[in-house]
């Protein structure tokens, strides 16, 4: 069973950094991915970014690829959301999540099978 922890969210101002970690407790198949979502009240769960263990393209949602960076540490099992010039907008719950077969269907949530318990993020104006 794959156990996911995110950590890092806050309140923050507008124009502030946040980094989000979220560590893996089993880490199986070096294809696997691992992705970040996040969702506002009221709105769906939206992709934000995904990777791979094994290194490759990362993938960012349009609307943050500019602000946000996605990395990983296989040795700490552990993956990172830095989070730059955060807005009000950028207001959600963050997941952490893990599927099998990556790039497939990378920004598809409902594709994903391991999530975490999320971590929020609210950034004030």
């Known amino acids: 069973q794959v156990r996911l922890v995110e950590s890092g969210g806050g309140f923050v101002r507008a124009g502030d950094s946040l980094r989000l970690s979220c560590v893996v407790s089993?880490?199986?198949?070096?294809?696997?991915?691992l992705g970040w979502f996040r969702q506002a009240p009221g709105k769906e769960r939206e992709f934000v970014a995904a990777l791979s263990w094994s290194g490759g393209t990362t993938y960012y949602a349009d609307s943050m690829k500019s602000r946000f960076t996605m990395a990983r540490d296989n040795a700490r099992n552990t993956v990172y959301l830095q989070m730059n010039n955060l807005k009000p907008e950028d207001t959600a719950v963050y997941y952490c999540a893990a599927k099998r077969n990556y790039p497939s269907d990378y920004d598809s949530p409902a594709k994903y099978e391991y999530w975490g318990q999320g971590t929020q993020v609210t950034v004030s104006s």
């Open positions: 089993l880490r199986t198949f070096r294809r696997d991915a």
